[in-house]
């Protein structure tokens, strides 16, 4: 009988950890932060396996941390909404304390081995963990503003790999910082507009005027614009060592038309299916952006 319970337990057990630190989203973040590490060494500042392997784990930790404190904060929140209310907090399959522990250790071990990396990236993952959990989640009920607040730790992983390359923040892991800044907004913003009636259910700001209308749609449109533009910033030769060819520098661009075409299309139609789709092709663009950077480096 031990036996069979036994490995039923320590898979939910995992299976919860997974959902409480939202692997999947984990994932994506730490994807960022490893191209920036690939975009950053160099000559001066040699590749190395061990500061990699650091940089992923200390990068999961940290955002797994601010998930399972985001998730302790909002239990009573999230309890109300379909998409959050089987989580293990609201569910009551763990305890806040449980959740509290687990957050906890996440950002002690992030920190130390972010720090074992070089101080400033421990310190840019200190600053993202403390602004997505103590002012990014409190804002969610109070002010669309939320979203452009959680904007600064969701644009810090792709310029944190550049710094645990180089052990410095200069103009290349302020653009990557920029692109990523301005990726956030047409992301999530699309995100509260699908999602816009379950938010609803929270009392969650999710979007500019609040509301799933024209001015909404527009601001979607010109920060995708304006994303479009950051991520050609490189090809122009003012952003010292983050420069792109011109044949990235046209593949960049097609995807930004890309993007820009679904947000247009979402501007046109608002719906929620258009709303989807824009979100889907923006996870897309930021995987082969990142994608044609550190090919493009590579094969220069």
């Not at 409480?20 to 994932?27: E, H, M, N, P, Y």
């Not at 061990?50 to 399972?68: F, K, P």
């Not at 923040?169 to 992301?187: K, R, S, V």
């Amino acid at each position: 009988m031990d036996a069979s319970v036994t490995p039923v337990s320590l898979k939910a057990i995992y299976k919860d950890f997974l959902e409480i630190t939202k692997a999947r989203l984990a994932v994506s973040v730490l994807f960022s932060s490893v191209a920036g590490y690939l975009l950053g060494f160099d000559s001066e500042h040699p590749f190395s396996w061990s500061v990699l392997v650091m940089l992923s784990i200390g990068g999961y930790c940290m955002v797994g941390a601010s998930n399972a404190f985001n998730q302790v904060i909002e239990k009573d929140l999230d309890i109300l909404m379909d998409r959050t209310k089987n989580r293990p907090v609201p569910s009551n399959r763990m305890s806040s304390n449980v959740a509290l522990l687990i957050a906890s250790l996440l950002t002690i071990i992030g920190l130390i081995l972010l720090y074992l990396i070089n101080q400033k990236t421990a310190m840019f993952g200190a600053i993202s963990i403390f602004l997505y959990t103590s002012i990014y989640t409190p804002l969610k009920t109070m002010t669309p503003l939320s979203v452009f607040v959680g904007a600064f730790p969701g644009a810090i992983p792709f310029m944190l790999g550049w710094v645990a390359a180089t052990n410095k923040f200069g103009i290349e892991a302020g653009t990557l910082f920029l692109i990523q800044f301005f990726w956030q907004f047409p992301h999530f913003w699309s995100i509260g507009w699908f999602l816009y009636d379950d938010y609803k259910k929270a009392g969650f700001f999710m979007l500019p005027t609040g509301k799933k209308d024209t001015k909404t749609a527009i601001q979607i449109l010109l920060y995708t614009v304006w994303l479009l533009i950051a991520s050609l910033l490189p090809s122009l030769g003012y952003t010292g060592r983050l420069h792109i060819s011109h044949i990235a520098t046209i593949l960049v661009f097609l995807i930004g038309v890309w993007m820009l075409f679904y947000a247009t299309k979402l501007y046109r139609l608002r719906t929620s299916k258009a709303a989807r789709t824009l979100m889907l092709v923006s996870v897309s663009y930021i995987t082969l952006l990142q994608i044609i950077y550190i090919i493009d480096k590579f094969l220069r």
